[in-house]
């Protein structure tokens, strides 16, 4: 079980102009993924989604809030005391191409964490050997033919199998799959989505999935949850289903909106939200963080910023003081 | 490829794989190979060179500032001796020097830039800092300064001062290879996978940046060769044994090599020497990407 | 100052490239029509060869590649393909707008966007600069930008979207009607994304344009293309009109591809990923169908002969398969 509450990162930027711009990348966030669950982070670049599964996955420090893994607080502890709780929690990133050192074969890549886990556990060194050829197995490739290879020699697709076997290596209870299929050829892509979500289910890996593309966030299970992160603030949260089919906050009905339909199989929602671009980068900190491209902005919204709560008749906590349903996402045409 | 390999035999048969793929990239273009042959021809000169000549050389009173002949392809120098037998004999001072200053560069230099940019943080601030300094001290005053007192009469302690005195670039260049490095995914996953610095530093990061400290030490010896050259030919060292530049010294300014037609071999002799050992260092650099990358290698 | 928009006939078409192995086909055989007005768009994975043919289109192909056989014929231009030098150099910009791949990082850094404007109008011999820039803010306006502001920044002052933007104002602003763009949305947000789509199919419309969409996104070809054609190891494999092959896909390769894509609604357990991986130049097969290792439908033809694009109504698939059903 991995919880935070009220996480806050804060970077300090340096500006064109004298002084330090101090850009807030996460505003107190509260998120739990439960052993061998499941959830996503959607959200545009830019929007905190990245930093939080950096900081989830020990890669980055917070600033303020707890992270907790198993019970166990990590602000307290000193980075070497954190390693062994950060090891359970491996990420899987966007580019397989920069994620293997391309001066190591395979085997070499597989062997240098497979031979520190069996020191920590005290297994015989055959046992390297016999895990290596296991957990390439467990995501799909055939030992044989990869371990003398050079990650240059294998497709993205089979790179991207090959980081998440060298994730396994070190048995995590977490996944952290950063736009992990957004760089992988389109026929390809299903493919590795739907390892993940075997993964699960075979080994009993919790899932976060951090991604841009909703429709993606699906094929980690239906009893996953999905965060939307609009500029360091999670403006809604609930199951999966839930908020794909009846999302109230704007900024998710606008994600959901620019999705492209596939016209001739699909047919557009009858309600789609189109937000004011943001091109002015002179961000306001006042009220609703996204009050200034919504549609339906209130003077309520300028002046107040709403806070991630339920309200009555909605199922998903959202950060909107006018939640509304919308029809906004496009079905299929034979469901029509 | 599709054996699985195991624990020793890996490593064996890898070094023998990455030689067939040096074999093969040297092949690639004709010029690496005349740059490899060069080279050996130099190591070889420097190691056995002078055991074929007489200790010390013999002088011919007859033949003072010869032009090059049948008898002496180079000419003579002003004391009668052969000019290819002062270049062999000489090589081994100038390319032992120019051989230990890379290495010390290399070392120190590689080992700086890297603790430097894969700490950062304070260790860094520090390290560049001295590394800023270094690089502000001018060479060749502080070196002219040296040999006041100090008479690098063998080549390690020429090449130890020379090597102390110019680490400070690969450093800096180390370091910032280092830090675009550790941004990438491999070496974060490393760390995500708690593997011990040594591992990351010695076999993620160093194999990484292999062919550009191959680059580095190469071009750190014709440095080294050009400094002690320029030394030597300015005069400031007394000199006891024969080296190229205490050659040039002795035949521009004692000579007049550069009015004189007949000391034009003297000249000749250690500047072909330079020329070629750049040349062969030159045509060698660039097989280096190849080599050390194992998709250019094996394509 | 409005012309006709020009149709743009593709016909027989093969880029090879040169390997230690042997001069390979990166396109092979490639006909297609682009209609004066019609968006078109090419969807491919990578190794399809569909970027290769976009650059055919200015036969801008760079050594070790090179057009080998076919025609590129633009209505107002002749065939592209015999084109070269200084006439070639005109063509690109004046007739053909091209939007280059990832345009977020194709702006020179050290200048301002007004700089390589005037540079591009200077390199074309505009003698009316004046006229070039109130042009290029007009553009940039119509797009939702600051005109004046946009031209006085620099690349880095300037969001993905605004670059994009700006790529296909200075692809736009010499007047050019045929236009092609090279993967218009990767590496945008969906929500920019969405807003360059709705630009580039307004701006098609109002300039009377015939626009060349390249992507991998099915998605992105259903949001703007009137045509889709699909690329696969150097072939066209299926092209028609794009609601009637997201409809009803008949070459294999073009169904995997829809089945691949993740939905928002429906059974989630019905999109598959194709089984094996794409080719790429070197494993390409030298004959018969480049897809038989991925196809569910292959049969013993498809080992030895390439199937021929056959026009099928409106449509044009060439796989054995269909073509049998077809006659059956």
Redesign the interface.
Known sequence: MITGTGVVKTYKQRGKMLGAREVRALRGVDFAIPKGGAASFIG??GCGKTTLGRIIAGLETYDEGEVVIDGVAMSGLKPKERQPHFRKIQMIHQDPYSALNPTRTIHQTLHAPLSLRARQTGRPRSWIEERAAEVLSLVGLDPGSVLARYPHQL????RQRVVIARALTVDPEMLVADEAVSMI??????????LLKDLRERLGVSVLFIT?????A??IGDDGELYVIYRGQVVERGAVDTV??DPVHPYTQ?????????????QPGEQPV??L?S?D?SRSDEGCLFARRCPFRADRCEGERPLLQITDGVPQEHACFYPERRNV?????S?V | MTVLLEGSSTSAAMRRNFWAGVWRVMRRKPSRLVGAVLMAGFVFMGAFGPLFYPDPLPRDVNQLTRPPSWQHWLGTDDQGRDVVALVVTGSRYVLLAALVTAVITVVLGTGIGLFSGFKRGRWDTVLMRITDMKLTIPGLPLLLVLSTVWKFSSAVQMGLVLGLLSWGGVARAVRAQTLSLRERGFIEAARGLGLSTSHIVGKELLPSMAPYIAMNMLIAITGGVYSQVGLFFLGVLPYESNNWGQMLNTAVFRSGALTVPSALGFLIGPLLAILLLTLAIVLVVDAMDEIFNPRLRE? | MSKQAPGVRIDGLTVVYKT?AGELPAVRDVSLTLEPGSITGIVG??GSGKSTLALSLLNAVQPPGRISAGSVEIDGLGDVVGLGGEQLRKARGRHIGYVFQAAQNSLNPLKTVGKQLLDLGRSHGVDDLRGLVREAKELLGRM??DGARVLDSHQHEL????RQRVGIMLALVLNAHVVVLDEPTTAL???????I?KIVREVHAERGLTTLVIT?????V??VADRLAVMYGGRLVEQGP??????SPRHPYTR???K???????D?DE????PG??PTLATVPKQGCVFRERCALRMDVCDDVDPEAVLQGTRTVACHAVTVKEHA
């Open positions: 545009e670049s497709s993205g697709g089979m050829d389109v026929s390809l892509r299903l493919g590795i989505l739907a841009h593309d909703v429709a993606t699906r094929y794909i089919a606008s994600l959901l909106s620019a999705i492209p339909v596939l016209h001739g199989l699909e189109v937000p671009e091109l980068e996402i496009a079905r299929p045409l469901e | 394509e | 230690p994975e990578s939702g930008l969001s993905g979207g605004m947000d969906m929500i920019t994304q969405a807003n789509l991998h996104d099915i998605g992105v259903a949001e794009t609601r009637e092959v997201l409809g995997g591809l829809i691949a894509i993740p939905r928002l609604v429906g989630i999109a598959r990923a194709l991986r794409p």
